[in-house]
């Protein structure tokens, strides 16, 4: 069953290699999101199920020992999920961006509590669907925990990602309350369509995060909610 959950911000900006000048301006972030590791390892689980958004041919599970790599945003580094198991063949597909920022905020915090998995969901999925999934992987293991890599729009300013969009700060408003209280009916009724339309990639795995939680009875804490560069962020720590 589910001990404990972490939900993170999923951008490359969190890698200070990668937001060279800009990096002290997600110094808050970056720490909260250490915190919200750090209730993981809290739980003492006996698997962390690293998610986050991917597209269709990145959805799914990844092993431990799967390979993630920034050079796709102009730096060379590279990370890996967990420690893959002595004598396994070498994972065939790399990690999406979500997940790459997931092992490299585990690497940061010097995870050692127990094996790490990947699993992908991909952005066009339902919230039933997205439940359905979070309820399985919960019950991978007697006590699961699962670091929730996702982000809110990128609508909220005229310089961000995807331009002003006025919707934009209600609907990171009403994610960030449910995150923030891990509201599990308020996840389950965040708009599909609407966060589509407002690119907030962090909807499918916050959904199916709810379906994880559910009578998991956890009770959950906001650490950081802002909006730097026009894109909403959100860490909470459920426990």
């Known amino acids: 069953m589910l ?14 290699e990668v937001a060279a000048g800009a ?28 998610v986050g958004p ?16 920034f050079r ?11 420690d893959a198991p002595r004598d396994a063949a070498a994972p065939d597909r790399p990690l999406p961006q979500s997940l790459t920022v997931g092992a490299w905020l585990l690497g940061r915090a010097r995870w050692t509590g127990a094996p790490v998995e990947g699993f992908a969901v991909a952005e ?3 919230a039933p669907e997205c439940a359905a999934a979070g309820h399985s992987l919960a019950r991978r293991a007697e006590r699961v925990a699962i670091l929730v890599m996702g982000d809110g729009s ?7 990602p995807g331009y002003l969009d006025e919707r934009a700060a209600a609907f990171d408003a009403r994610a960030t309350e449910a995150l923030g209280s891990a509201d599990l009916d308020a996840l389950a009724a965040l708009d599909a369509a609407l966060a589509r339309e407002l690119k907030a990639a962090g909807r ?8 994880a939680a559910r009578d998991a009875g ?22």
């Open 218 to 239: 956890l009770v959950g804490r906001l650490l950081y909610e802002d909006a730097p560069y026009g894109v909403g962020y959100t860490v909470a720590a459920w426990s």
């Open 23 to 50: 990096a002290p301006e997600l110094d808050a972030a970056r720490d909260a999101c250490l915190d919200a590791v750090g209730v993981l390892a809290a739980s003492r689980p006996d698997l962390l199920v690293v």
């Open 72 to 82: 796709g945003v102009g730096v060379d580094l590279g990370v890996t999920l967990g």
């Open 3 to 16: 001990v404990a959950a972490a939900v993170c911000p999923c951008p490359p900006l969190l890698v200070p």
């Open 204 to 211: 499918a795995p916050w959904q199916l995060l709810g379906g």
């Open 154 to 160: 990128a609508c909220r300013t005229l310089k961000a």
């Open 124 to 126: 066009s999925e339902a």
């Open 54 to 69: 991917g597209d269709d041919p990145s959805a799914g599970p990844h092993p431990a020992g799967a390979h993630g790599s």
